[in-house]
């Protein structure tokens, strides 16, 4: 398999394009809209401090996003959940989650094979988890807990390796492929996010592909950050390079029809410098190379 | 090390609260002298001055213009506890500027601040002491343009309130 192939060839199985968004941008939701089957919501990103610490979902965006939902099918992202910390995941996650799924109807959901705090302390960013026993059977457990609670399918996502590997107990493959065999969850895999870890830590993605078991990736990511004192940073504020598409393409070849979708991802921060065209030129593009 | 040992001591990295022992574990050692451990506390503040770009645009003009920005927003990841919600750590931020020692710092955070809350519903009236006269410094934080030169001593409250139209209004004290 030719992984991280600088071509972007024509992909032999098809599959729908989605893409991010966070609310309060109605002018953005319309141009998305003809061009996209899905659209990623994150719960933490439309909500609000209600005064205190109370953190609601924002009435209007929750409207915004019920008055397209005949145009458009809905999944759910989310960032807070933290559902590798040692002491236990974000309750407030739960509520928001279970407030948004109060209103719209979600094809599934999911969340990122990270920790963000520890003992109550965030860290300001996702760390990836150790591929320990130890952490395998928590991340089991909980996500055994999650289908079961929300009756949804359930997807974890590949992070980024901002720092160096722990020593344990599985390969990045083997911990993922053993954690959706033991679960029967699904996989994100952010094509973007293993090209940082190729860039940032020689991270070997022809490997890894080889090794994962690629019928449980339901939903791959495509984005670009930038790049920092030598670093790929894992920001959402580009347009997805062509061997990042390339990537994602081979996934979904390899995949066997369980690649159900595409999501550009980019953060709200970079739509004014992006602008609309680009943005809807870029899922025109996924367009092409996934839908034919 | 199990799972807890490993992530606290992470979190004592990230957060520079934890100083790694010479008999310490291998892999924390390693994390501890990585580039990538720098990198990513880089990260972490470049993620904060976007969110705050977007959600307290005003302040962040002034710091920036100032040249204070990112120190202030180490000093504030280092000492807070920053929510990973996004829209709750502009408020958070600011709050945390309204105990400045620097006035014209204070007074714009804690504008803003009201400013947030009355949007979002806020009912409360809130004034605000400034020590400069504050409309041409709104005008040119609002266009990000250079304050200094509009820096005219005076005292003055601005008051935010729903009840007021554009929910902002200057009063001159005499």
Known sequence: MAAGSQLEQKATTCVSIGATYEGRDPALLARMLPLVDYIEITPETIAEAKGGSRIALSKEVMSELRNVRKEVKFIVHGVGLSIGSHEGWSPTYFHLLDELLDQIEVEWHSEHLAYTKVDGEHLGIMLAMAKTEEALDMICERVMIMQDRYKLPFLLENVVHVIPDAPGDYSDAAFLNEMTRRTGCGLILDAYNLECDAHNHGFDIRGFLGELDMTRVRELHVARGVEDNGYLLDVHSQIAASSTVALAQDVVRESQGSAKVVVYEFMPEAVPGLGYDTIADQLERLQTAFRN | ?174
């Open chain 2, 1 to 174: 090390m199990d799972l807890a040992t490993q992530q606290r001591k992470l979190l004592g990295l990230f957060r520079s609260t934890y100083e790694v022992a010479a008999d310490d574990d291998a892999y924390i050692r390693k994390v501890a002298r990585s580039g990538d451990l720098a990198e990513g506390k880089k990260n972490i503040a470049l993620w904060r001055v976007w969110v705050f770009e977007r959600t307290c645009a005003l302040t962040v003009s002034l710091l920036r213009r100032r040249n204070i920005l990112e120190s202030l927003i180490k000093d504030f990841i280092t000492s807070e506890n920053i929510s990973p919600f996004r829209e709750t750590q502009a408020p958070a931020f600011l709050e945390w500027l309204t105990k400045s020692d620097d006035d014209l710092v204070a007074s714009v955070a804690k504008f803003e601040l009201a400013l947030i809350r009355v949007r979002q519903g806020d009912r409360h009236t809130y004034t605000i002491a400034w020590n400069f006269e504050p409309s041409s410094i709104l005008h040119c934080l609002a266009k990000d343009l250079a304050v200094e030169s509009e820096l005219t001593p005076g005292h003055y409250q601005v008051v935010v309130s729903h009840k007021i139209p554009g929910h902002f209004r200057i009063y001159e004290l005499r």
